[in-house]
């Protein structure tokens, strides 16, 4: 079953803006995680933000955790047509560290 | 860096064929996992393995089995394929560790398979 439920489920922008993708969820988590894949290839992990995080950067991403609301956002800034690919996050239930994905957002960045 | 290795990237079989697929990790990683992608589903868990020759059921273990004789792979059986487990197939592993902040997924490149 999907625990976290990725939105919106397609996104197109031009190269240069911002990109935000956001992602909800329905139990309590250790920790949130979000993965990149290009099309037809493995998930390769961006970044984890753990339960008791609200912030976390890693270059030109941010993500925010917001455990109140069961929900987080990845934030792209100066998107690149290099950033094209869809975007997971991945959750691991409290207790568990078995990942469970969403659906994902694909991410269109035009040059 | 870890390196998690799926043995074809394309694979076709015929529908009641015996299908292994394999996943070779290089980093001593105690989780392993196997997950399917179909369009407008995401991944979801088929089996799971947290030491060698245990395995757990995910969310679709129906019409697959798995095998973990050593810690590095992690083989994926399709006892009899059929034409509805034609998909794209992703292992992946991970550290069995306390400190959640280390037991981000490492994946294979993936396995598409088309079973006719």
């Known amino acids: 079953s999907q625990q976290g439920e990725e939105d919106p489920q397609a996104l197109s922008i031009q190269e240069g803006e911002n990109a935000t993708m956001n992602c909800s969820y329905k139990?309590?988590?250790?920790?949130l995680q979000w993965y990149r894949q290009n099309s037809g290839r493995g998930l390769v992990h961006l970044i984890l933000?753990?339960?008791?995080?609200r912030e976390k950067h890693s270059g030109r991403l941010r993500v925010t955790l917001d455990t109140s609301k069961k929900s987080s956002s990845l934030l792209i800034t100066a998107s690149r047509a290099a950033d094209t690919a869809s975007y997971f996050c991945?959750?691991?239930?409290?207790?568990?560290?078995?990942?469970?994905f969403g659906r994902g957002t694909s991410l269109i960045v035009h040059p | 860096d870890v390196k998690v290795t799926q043995s074809s990237r394309y694979l076709v079989k015929r529908t009641g064929e015996k299908v292994f697929l394999e996943c070779v990790q290089d980093?001593?990683?105690?989780?392993m996992f196997w997950y399917r992608q179909d369009p407008g589903l995401g991944l979801r868990l088929i089996y799971f393995?947290?030491?060698?020759?245990?395995?757990e059921k995910g969310d679709i273990p129906e019409g697959y089995s798995v095998s973990r004789e050593k810690k590095e792979r992690f083989s994926l059986i399709l006892e009899s394929a059929s034409t509805n487990q034609t998909s794209m197939y992703l292992c992946?592993?991970?550290?069995?560790?306390?400190?959640?902040?280390?037991?981000?997924?490492?994946f294979g490149q993936g396995t598409r398979l088309t079973v006719v």
């Open positions: 933000i753990r339960s008791n995080e």
């Open positions: 980093m001593d990683h105690e989780n």
């Open positions: 139990t309590s988590i250790n920790n």
């Open positions: 992946a592993s991970s550290l069995l560790h306390q400190d959640s902040r280390r037991n981000e997924a490492f």
């Open positions: 393995s947290y030491d060698v020759k245990m395995k």
């Open positions: 991945a959750t691991s239930r409290r207790g568990s560290y078995i990942p469970t």
